[in-house]
Nanobody
Framework: QVQLVESGGGLVQAGGSLRLTCAAS????????MGWFRQAPGKEREFVAA???????NYADFVKERFTISRDNAKKAVYLQMNSLKAEDTALYYC????????????????WGQGTQVTVSS
């Protein structure tokens, strides 16, 4: 069983930055694809970014060149550096892990954290 715990969310002004951290435990982290998703009130959970076991990355169009996903296998952690935040980035951000090394779609991820709230004031 994989456990994921997110941290780093908070309240920030538009244009500011936050760094989210996801701490993983329970299985071989280095061979798993990891992802970040978000869900705003009244909306479906949507893909933000993902990183494969060989560190290939993919981003949603709305966060390209603003957000960066990275991982540290030694620490079993994945990060989401968020810059130039906008009010529309306000959401609950979830970390997710896949059993396999490559995953891009929401349905391909098997384990989820509880989320960390990001609120961007305009």
């Amino acid at each position: 069983q994989v456990q994921l715990v997110e941290s780093g969310g908070g309240l920030v002004q538009a244009g500011g930055s936050l760094r989210l951290t996801c701490a993983a435990s329970g299985r071989t982290f280095s061979s798993s694809a990891m992802g970040w998703f978000r869900q705003a009130p009244g909306k479906e959970r949507e893909f933000v970014a993902a990183i494969t076991w060989v560190h290939s990355t993919n981003y949603a169009d709305f966060v390209k060149e603003r957000f960066t996903i990275s991982r540290d296998n030694a620490k079993k952690a994945v990060y989401l550096q968020m810059n130039s935040l906008k009010a529309e980035d306000t959401a609950l951000y979830y970390c997710a892990a896949a059993r396999r090394g490559t995953a891009w779609e929401k349905d391909e991820f098997d384990y989820w954290g509880q989320g960390t709230q990001v609120t961007v004031s305009s």
